[in-house]
């Protein structure tokens, strides 16, 4: 591979590397908080914004994923219908007490909260909602971003929590060219391996501990769909998003 095209494959390995160093502590914090939760019968809430979004899909009715895991979120923070306005509402007050309110999670639920600035209303909402009702909060962000976004509310989302996961994204996200950064974003990139890491550690500590995690099975392999049905039957009432009722 030429060494124009290898540029950003390496930086990219540079930024999981980094956070490695930076996060691996905060990752099996994480994942001994989630087992607990869980353990206890716990529902793990999760919420994002926009782009974030992703991350709040990459943890719901995933295959390989927690079944314990209540997506939290308004409708206005939805980019694909109204991207402007996903925008506006993110930044608007109120919004992200509202959506805890709906959620009502209360101990020995979890909370992890998806923002890569963790500086607009709606995230930080989230967050602190969730701390003053005694749910402690894992904040997947990035120090680096925060410090150089726009601040849009009084504090950030790593104020309000418990354990920080600094996904070491950089500001304005883009990681292409080195010299003059203007495409080809990481934010996702990052914070999807930080959650495996996450799910992995989480795996390793439940054999320790002899647990077996409720965990989706791929509905595109042979018997999922049968193994996937004592989970819908279990949390369905307590989790509405997955059969919306």
């Not at 509202?98 to 909402?125: H, I, K, L």
């Not at 391996?193 to 054999?207: I, K």
């Amino acid at each position: 591979m030429p060494d124009a095209a290898r540029q950003f494959p390496d930086r990219v390995r540079t930024l999981l590397d980094d956070l490695d160093d930076a996060s691996g502590e905060s990752i099996g914090a994480t994942a001994a908080l989630l087992l607990d939760s869980i353990e206890a019968d716990g529902i793990v809430h999760v919420a994002g914004a926009g782009h974030s979004l992703a991350m709040v899909c990459e943890t719901f009715y995933r295959a390989g994923g927690l079944a314990a895991v209540r997506p939290i979120w308004d409708p206005g923070v939805f980019p694909l219908d109204d991207a402007v306005r996903s925008t506006r509402v993110e930044r608007r007050g109120g919004v992200g007490r509202d959506v805890v309110a709906r959620a009502a999670p209360a101990p020995p639920d979890v909370a992890v909260v998806f923002s890569t600035s963790g500086r607009n209303p709606y995230p930080v909402e989230v967050a602190e909602e969730c701390a003053a009702r005694g749910v402690p909060v894992v904040a997947v962000t990035s120090a680096r971003a925060s410090e150089g976004a726009a601040a849009r509310a009084a504090t950030t989302l790593a104020d309000h929590a418990a354990i920080v996961l600094d996904t070491r994204v950089p500001p304005g996200d883009a990681l292409h060219p080195a010299e003059e950064p203007r495409t080809a974003a990481v934010s996702t990139i990052l914070a999807a391996y930080a959650w495996s890491r996450v799910l992995a550690a989480l795996d390793d500590l439940a054999a320790a501990r002899g647990v077996d995690p409720p965990r989706w099975t791929s509905a595109n392999v042979p018997g999922g769909d049968e193994v996937n049905v004592a989970l819908l039957e279990r949390y369905r009432h307590r989790v509405p998003e997955l059969t919306g009722e």
